[in-house]
């Protein structure tokens, strides 16, 4: 946990919601652009932009505070994407980063080297504890209607 690390994230945050900027539309185009396949795996982009942007937001800056219960809610993210198909971790990296710069794009002058590498850290910490989830599922349910 960073207390300096949660202070700069919150003013991030704090300047993108004053900027008025939702950043869920450029993060999913640039998504989309990247992975193209995957535009088919989702039926309503619009809701799940919502809650997949603000949950990877939660999720980081809730590590950066050493939160609790980011661990039961990644366990429980991983477990609801078995359902979407073989998803490579690559586009969970992807994902998470690309929200990363996505969000600094729209902080502006509010982003820092400081800023940044406190999301960064925190965007590692979360790859990880994916993996994590992802092995710990696959050991107790190996056998899904799809490799998780
Ligand atoms: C840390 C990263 C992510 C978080 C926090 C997250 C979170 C969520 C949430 C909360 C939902 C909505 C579930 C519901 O309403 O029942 C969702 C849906 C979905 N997510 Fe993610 N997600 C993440 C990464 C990804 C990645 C990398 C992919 C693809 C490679 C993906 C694919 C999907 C799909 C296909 C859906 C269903 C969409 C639909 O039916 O419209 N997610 N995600």
């Keep these: 946990m ?3 690390d949660a202070a700069q994230m919150e003013a991030s945050l704090a300047a993108v919601a004053e900027a008025g900027i939702d950043i869920r539309h450029a993060l999913f185009d640039r ?4 992975f ?4 088919a ?3 309503v982009v619009d809701a799940s932009s919502r809650r997949m942007t603000d949950e990877t937001l939660q999720m980081m800056f809730g590590l950066a505070k050493g939160e609790g219960w980011v661990w039961p809610l990644v366990c429980e993210l991983v477990h609801t994407h078995r359902a979407y198909g073989p998803l490579p971790i690559s586009e969970y990296d992807a994902f998470i980063d690309m929200t990363v710069v996505e969000l600094g794009k729209a902080a502006s002058v509010a982003w820092s080297k400081g800023c940044a590498a406190a999301w960064q850290h925190h965007a ?3 790859k990880a ?3 994590r989830a992802r092995a710990e599922w696959q050991a107790a349910l ?7």
Aim: a negative charge; proline letters at 11%.
């Design 36 to 39: 193209p396949d995957r535009r």
């Design 41 to 43: 795996s989702f039926m």
């Design 142 to 148: 190996p056998d899904p209607v799809t490799a998780g």
């Design 31 to 34: 998504f989309f652009v990247a």
């Design 124 to 126: 590692d910490e979360l």
């Design 129 to 131: 504890m994916i993996r």
């Design 2 to 4: 960073s207390e300096g």
